[in-house]
C-alpha cells in the first residue's frame, strides 16, 4: 500500500542526478546503476533510493562501491519520457566522441546536457576503480507483463542476468543502436537492462528493489543472507515471471518512425505467442503481421517511443551451455576455415561471411561463438560479423 502511494506521489518528486553513494571499507567491485533513463520510468530511481536508505540505515558489510543515479532527470522531473530525443538512442561511440569534443555550452538539446553529466560521472568512476565494474539499468514498460533481464550476449553478462531468476534476452546490440548498456559493454565491463513492469504498478517498485539487491550479491558486493527481505523480493520476483521461457533471443525490431501513425492492437502484453502472419498493429500503409511464429515483446502502449514492438524466440538451455563450452575452448579461432568466411585484415576482431557460399548456419554458429552481426553491414551477399566485447571469461 505504502510503496503504491509513493509511486502516485512521484509526480511531485524532484529528482536529483546523484541519488547516493554506498561503500565498504572492503575494496570490491564498482557497481553503477541507473533508473529513469526514460523520464517516465521514475520506479527505478524510487527503487535506488529505497535500497541506499536501507544500507545507510543498517550500516550493512559491503565491499566496493554502489554508485546510484537518475538518468534523464529533467524528464523524470517533468514526467515525460524525454524533452528532444530518447536518451537511450545516443551512446554511438562517434557521438558520444563529437559530444565530448564539443563545449558544454554547445549542448543542442536537454538530452544532450543529460547525457554530458552522465558521462562525467561515470568517467570519472571508471577512472578511479580497478577491477571489476557492473551497470544495471532499470526500466519499465508501458504494457503489463513479466520482468525480465536485456543484455548483449557475452558470458558475464549471461551469469550476473540468470542471478536474477527471471528471462533473460539476448542480442540487444543487434536491434538496438545507441544504448548505454551496449555503451558501456564496449568499454569492456558487465552491463544488465532490467525491465521490472508495467510504469505505474507497485510491484515495479519491488521487482527493481529485488533486482538491485541480487546484482550487489551476485557481483559480490554483500552477503544475501544480510537482506532480511530480500527472499521475499526473490520469491515475488520469480511468481511474477513464471510461465515465460528462461532465455530469449531478440529476433525483430519492429521500428517507427514519427509519420507513421503507428497503433498496436489492443490486449497484447510481454512474450504473448504469436503466429506468422497474425495482424499486430497497423499503421498509415495497413497491417503489420509477425513474420514467425515467435513471442510478442515490448509492444508499444504509449504515444513516445521509436520501438513499435519487438519478437523473441527461446533459447535451448543446452545449446547456451554449448556455446559457453566453445567460447572458453576459444574455439571461435576456428570460424575462419568454414566455406565463405574470411578474416578482415583491418579488424582482427570481425569476420566477412559470403552469404552465397556459407551455409545459412554460419551466422548461426557465430552467434554460439560470441559474434555478432554489424547493423549496417547486411548488403546482398556479404555479411559483416565482428566479437563482442571480449572480457577475461569470454
Ligand atoms: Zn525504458
Known sequence: MLKGAVLQKVAEKRFQRELGRYSGKQPGPLVVCIGGIHGNEPAGALALEIVLKKLHETNL?????????????????????????????????????????????????????????????????????????????????????????????????????????????????????????????ELGHAAIGFEAGQHRSPVSLRNHEAAVWLTLAAAGCIKPYYVHELYELQQDLKRSSSGVPQVMELRHRHGIGKTDEFVMRPGFFNFSRVAKDQVLATDRRGNITAPEDSLLFMPLYQKQGDDGFF??????????????????????????????????????????????IAHWFVVEVCHLLGFRKHSQSQQEDRLIVSRRRQSPED
Open 311 to 356: 519478437l523473441v524466440r527461446e533459447v535451448n538451455l543446452f545449446w547456451l551451455k554449448v556455446s559457453a563450452r566453445l567460447r572458453s575452448w576459444k574455439a571461435d579461432k576456428l570460424l575462419r576455415y568454414l566455406p565463405g568466411v574470411h578474416r578482415l585484415p583491418e579488424n582482427p576482431d570481425a569476420l566477412l561471411i559470403n552469404t552465397r
Open 61 to 185: 558489510p559491503f565491499r566496493g562501491e554502489l554508485i546510484a543515479l537518475a538518468g534523464n532527470v529533467r524528464a523524470l522531473n517533468g514526467g515525460v519520457r524525454y524533452l528532444q530525443c530518447d536518451l537511450n538512442r545516443m551512446w554511438l561511440p562517434d557521438r558520444v566522441r563529437q559530444l565530448k569534443s564539443r563545449q558544454a555550452d554547445q549542448t543542442t538539446s536537454g538530452e544532450e546536457a543529460e547525457q554530458r553529466e552522465l558521462l562525467e560521472i561515470i568517467e570519472t568512476a571508471l577512472a578511479r576503480h580497478n577491477g571489476e565494474t557492473v551497470f544495471l539499468d532499470l526500466h519499465t514498460t508501458s504494457s503489463e507483463g513479466s520482468p525480465f533481464a536485456i543484455i548483449s550476449d557475452t558470458l558475464p553478462n549471461r551469469r550476473l542476468a540468470l542471478e536474477l531468476g527471471v528471462p533473460v534476452i539476448l542480442g540487444l546490440e543487434e536491434n538496438l543502436d545507441g544504448t548505454i548498456l551496449n555503451y558501456i559493454n
